[in-house]
């Protein structure tokens, strides 16, 4: 604890809540939100199945982790944060096990969509929603290093799994994945609490933050929710479907693999600067820019033909990409009260996820119908686009309405 004359009295206990949410969510997003993407190949190897079906199998995932995101939400609101970690690690563990098993494609949509469900969808809202709850002031960087672990998982776990595949098979990968997700993370889950008190509704991530009743609490959800949508089905095609395009450059999977790896790792120290710059800024601000960092170049990896190329693409890319999470988690953090902050951060989610489902199957679909990523890659430019116009207006519109009430 804080010595009783310090000017911040918040306990230290709360960095080993950033730390152990931000491994837990190392694994279970890594795993849930792009892992699936290097048994694209595998799978249509062994079984013949088309790229658009076997990306059906990250949507089931991330469709489940919408709707379980709303309703652990509400709980974790309730103060349950601790038992849904629990149980959110012991089901995605068991789903990934099962996984490994499956002959057919619909056992791999049903696991992974129960996994979303029970599983990584009682972990996201509430740890995030935990960890800002935790912290009067500085909010944007904790929450920076919660999303960096987040990227580092997005990054190793889709790495580690390609190791795994070239060394044996995809069962045997999805086989270690679940032993170490059970091994490795409730004994993390049990260090989870909650803060013994929230903190204040007015107090932003630091400065620049917005009060809450600038909007009603439903408008700045769907508001935020429509920008998600359009934000995640850009940056979702990279993340499902850097690799395979990689690989059909002629790069091995492993290399292929090792480019998101490192993507990622830069990713890591975008999520920590973006959230330090929403502390400085303004969390609407900052996620235009990060926004605005990510349309502009995905495209160019469509341009890449060899594999110093992709690394360097990775490299730039991925530190401005990555500010969008921590952002959006930010911007959550600054316009929501306390008491309804996991929900928000779950029924924003579900946007999210939505918007991850229908940029990986997209993905998938044109390839299939065009025999190349050139259609992917555009699409995923134009919801860019679209994103940048609905956060520009949200940030218009919150700047207008502070003006008016100072007026007042």
């Given at each position: 604890?804080?010595?009783?004359g310090d000017a911040d009295p918040q306990?230290?206990?709360?960095?080993?809540?950033?730390?152990?949410?931000?491994?837990?969510?190392?694994?279970?997003?890594?795993?849930?939100?792009?892992?699936?993407?290097?048994?694209?190949?595998?799978?249509?190897?062994?079984?013949?199945?088309?790229?658009?079906?076997?990306?059906?199998?990250?949507?089931?995932?991330?469709?489940?982790?919408?709707?379980?995101?709303?309703?652990?939400?509400?709980?974790?609101?309730?103060?349950?944060?601790?038992?849904?970690?629990?149980?959110?690690?012991?089901?995605?563990?068991?789903?990934?096990?099962?996984?490994?098993?499956?002959?057919?494609?619909?056992?791999?949509?049903?696991?992974?969509?129960?996994?979303?469900?029970?599983?990584?969808?009682?972990?996201?809202?509430?740890?995030?929603?935990?960890?800002?709850?935790?912290?009067?002031?500085?909010?944007?960087?904790?929450?920076?290093?919660?999303?960096?672990?987040?990227?580092?998982?997005?990054?190793?776990?889709?790495?580690?799994?390609?190791?795994?595949?070239?060394?044996?098979?995809w069962r045997g990968a999805l086989t270690?994945?679940?032993?170490?997700?059970?091994?490795?993370?409730?004994?993390?889950?049990?260090?989870?609490?909650?803060?013994?008190?929230?903190?204040?509704?007015?107090?932003?991530?630091?400065?620049?933050?917005?009060?809450?009743?600038?909007?009603?609490?439903?408008?700045?959800?769907?508001?935020?929710?429509?920008?998600?949508?359009?934000?995640?089905?850009?940056?979702?095609?990279?993340?499902?479907?850097?690799?395979?395009?990689?690989?059909?450059?002629?790069?091995?999977?492993?290399?292929?693999?090792?480019?998101?790896?490192?993507?990622?790792?830069?990713?890591?120290?975008?999520?920590?600067?973006?959230?330090?710059?929403?502390?400085?800024?303004?969390?609407?601000r900052a996620y235009w820019i990060a926004?605005?960092?990510?349309?502009?170049?995905?495209?160019?990896?469509?341009?890449?033909?060899?594999?110093?190329?992709?690394?360097?693409?990775?490299?730039?890319?991925?530190?401005?990409?990555?500010?969008?999470?921590?952002?959006?988690?930010?911007?959550?953090?600054?316009?929501?009260?306390?008491?309804?902050?996991?929900?928000?951060?779950?029924?924003?989610?579900?946007?999210?996820?939505?918007?991850?489902?229908?940029?990986?199957?997209?993905?998938?679909?044109?390839?299939?119908?065009?025999?190349?990523?050139?259609?992917?890659?555009?699409?995923?430019?134009?919801?860019?686009?679209?994103?940048?116009?609905?956060?520009?207006?949200?940030?218009?519109?919150?700047?207008?309405?502070?003006?008016?009430?100072?007026?007042?």
């Amino acid at each position: 604890m804080t010595p009783p004359g310090d000017a911040d009295p918040q306990p230290a206990y709360r960095w080993v809540i950033v730390i152990a949410s931000a491994v837990m969510l190392a694994v279970s997003m890594g795993m849930m939100v792009n892992g699936a993407s290097v048994l694209i190949i595998p799978l249509h190897a062994e079984f013949g199945w088309d790229r658009g079906a076997v990306s059906l199998v990250n949507f089931a995932g991330l469709m489940g982790m919408a709707i379980g995101g709303i309703l652990m939400g509400r709980l974790a609101d309730r103060g349950l944060t601790r038992k849904l970690s629990l149980m959110g690690t012991v089901v995605l563990g068991a789903c990934l096990l099962a996984a490994a098993r499956a002959d057919a494609l619909w056992q791999l949509y049903a696991l992974f969509f129960i996994a979303g469900l029970l599983g990584a969808g009682a972990l996201f809202a509430p740890l995030v929603a935990n960890v800002g709850n935790w912290f009067r002031a500085g909010a944007g960087l904790a929450l920076g290093i919660a999303s960096a672990g987040q990227a580092l998982g997005q990054g190793g776990v889709p790495y580690g799994l390609a190791l795994l595949i070239s060394g044996s098979d995809w069962r045997g990968a999805l086989t270690v994945a679940g032993a170490v997700t059970l091994a490795g993370m409730l004994p993390l889950a049990l260090l989870i609490r909650e803060p013994a008190k929230a903190p204040p509704a007015a107090g932003a991530a630091g400065g620049g933050g917005t009060d809450p009743a600038l909007l009603p609490l439903n408008v700045t959800i769907a508001w935020l929710g429509i920008a998600v949508v359009f934000c995640c089905t850009c940056m979702s095609v990279p993340l499902m479907h850097l690799v395979p395009l990689i690989q059909d450059r002629g790069i091995a999977l492993e290399d292929a693999g090792s480019v998101m790896f490192v993507m990622l790792l830069v990713a890591i120290a975008g999520r920590v600067a973006f959230g330090r710059l929403a502390d400085v800024i303004g969390a609407v601000r900052a996620y235009w820019i990060a926004s605005c960092w990510q349309t502009v170049l995905v495209f160019a990896f469509i341009q890449m033909h060899d594999l110093p190329s992709f690394y360097a693409l990775a490299v730039i890319y991925g530190f401005g990409y990555a500010g969008i999470m921590t952002s959006i988690l930010v911007c959550v953090r600054e316009l929501i009260p306390p008491a309804r902050r996991a929900f928000a951060m779950g029924a924003v989610g579900l946007f999210g996820w939505l918007g991850h489902g229908i940029g990986g199957y997209q993905g998938g679909f044109f390839f299939d119908l065009t025999g190349d990523y050139t259609l992917t890659y555009a699409n995923a430019a134009l919801a860019g686009v679209v994103n940048l116009f609905i956060v520009g207006a949200l940030f218009l519109t919150l700047n207008r309405r502070r003006a008016a009430l100072a007026a007042a």
